[in-house]
């Protein structure tokens, strides 16, 4: 299964696995995890999304079951966010892209990835905690990429 490129490539079954994955899967850990968070102070629930996830910055289309998963997430993580923040002014719900990660779920795309653009996993992670890190509770709801720079929906 890889990304569709078109919608004839698109599969009730693949879709399915893919928002399970991407939407379901952290919603799931979100509905059981959220309730546990402390309510007298900073506390960040986070989950990991993608530009592609964000409408406004699609330009090239394709990858629908992908790009529509991460979507998802990122409004299920905003509608997250504004429900804590009901309970704790303190919190922080974020949706975080890693960027194009050297991993080998990232190899098939990995030949139009130039240089530093290709990051090491223990970069990437050590950035994403650096954004987590410096959010603040008015950046709650948002995507942030590893580099810190917020993503439009």
């Known amino acids: 299964?890889?990304?569709?490129?078109?919608?004839?490539?698109l599969d009730p079954v693949t879709m399915?696995?893919?928002f399970?994955?991407?939407?379901?899967?952290?919603a799931?850990?979100?509905?059981?995890?959220?309730?546990?968070?402390?309510?007298?102070?900073?506390?960040v629930f986070a989950a990991l999304s993608a530009r592609v996830g964000s409408i406004s910055d699609n330009q090239l289309g394709g990858?629908?079951?992908?790009r529509a998963s991460k979507a998802a997430l990122n409004?299920?993580?905003?509608?997250?966010?504004?429900?804590?923040?009901?309970?704790?002014?303190?919190?922080?719900?974020?949706?975080?892209?890693?960027?194009?990660?050297?991993?080998?779920?990232?190899?098939?795309?990995?030949?139009?990835v130039v240089g530093a653009k290709l990051l090491t996993p223990e970069y990437c992670a050590a950035a994403l905690l650096k954004v987590i890190d410096g959010l603040t509770p008015?950046?709650?709801?948002?995507?942030?990429?590893?580099?810190g720079a917020r993503i439009p929906f």
Request: hydrophobic share 40%.
């Open 138 to 147: 008015a950046d709650s709801g948002g995507l942030f990429a590893w580099d």
């Open 1 to 9: 299964m890889g990304p569709e490129k078109s919608w004839r490539a």
């Open 16 to 18: 399915s696995d893919v």
């Open 75 to 112: 409004m299920l993580m905003k509608n997250f966010a504004l429900e804590l923040s009901q309970h704790n002014p303190h919190s922080i719900v974020a949706s975080l892209h890693p960027g194009t990660v050297d991993t080998d779920l990232s190899q098939p795309f990995q030949r139009n």
């Open 20 to 26: 399970t994955v991407n939407a379901i899967g952290p």
């Open 63 to 66: 990858w629908h079951s992908y």
């Open 28 to 43: 799931l850990i979100a509905k059981h995890f959220l309730p546990l968070l402390r309510r007298d102070r900073r506390v």
